[in-house]
């Protein structure tokens, strides 16, 4: 009974970190979030199958590969045939490589559109500096007494939207707002 309850307790544990509430990068909290949260998912979704499709095609070609192994096939002469079926095998999965891509790309313009006509009324500039161990913040204002700097956090009202303007001294940062 011990081990059961210790086995329902580990395994509750572990699954903790799966429930990111409501800061994981895909909880979408501005409207320009929710555009790029929807590319994203449609990207995941056509990768997989792009995915899936290649571990079957190389299943396929390992099983085919290990038959022939096991019953070895005599050395013939050119197979016109099969050189066909190879070339249209490899132009079809040339074109859906394409064609993947191209629908990607045209994706990704709608969400950069749509993104960009959600502009906002007086938002909050931001600038960002990446340093080689910390980030320096600064809210700029045309009054220079009035520019505020600090370091590694940021304190922006709930609802303000936000100008985030980043850049770096001595490294490269990824930057996750």
Avoid at 31 to 54: C, D, K, R
Avoid at 115 to 128: A, D, F, H, K, R
Wanted: charge should be neutral; glycine fraction near 6%.
């Amino acid at each position: 009974m011990n081990a059961t309850r210790s086995l329902i307790a580990a395994s509750l544990a572990q699954a903790m970190p799966l429930d990111p509430g409501r800061h994981h990068m895909l909880h979408a909290a501005a409207p320009q979030a929710g555009h790029i949260e929807w590319l994203y998912w449609i990207t995941f979704w056509i990768l997989f199958a792009v995915f899936v499709l290649m571990i079957g095609a190389f299943v396929r070609a390992s099983a085919k590969t290990h038959v022939e192994a096991i019953h070895p096939l005599p050395i013939l002469e050119k197979d016109e045939k099969a050189d066909r079926r190879a070339g249209w095998g490899v132009g079809a999965a040339l074109a859906v490589t394409v064609i993947t891509l191209f629908v990607i790309l045209v994706l990704s313009v709608i969400t950069g559109k749509r993104v960009e006509g959600l502009t906002s009324q007086n938002p909050v500039t931001i600038q960002i500096t990446g340093h080689q161990w910390w980030w320096e913040i600064t809210y700029p204002n045309p009054q220079a007494d009035q520019t505020v700097t600090t370091a590694n956090e940021i304190h922006v009202p709930v609802g303000t939207p936000v100008v985030v303007l980043t850049n770096s001294k001595d490294v490269i940062h990824s930057f996750w707002a």
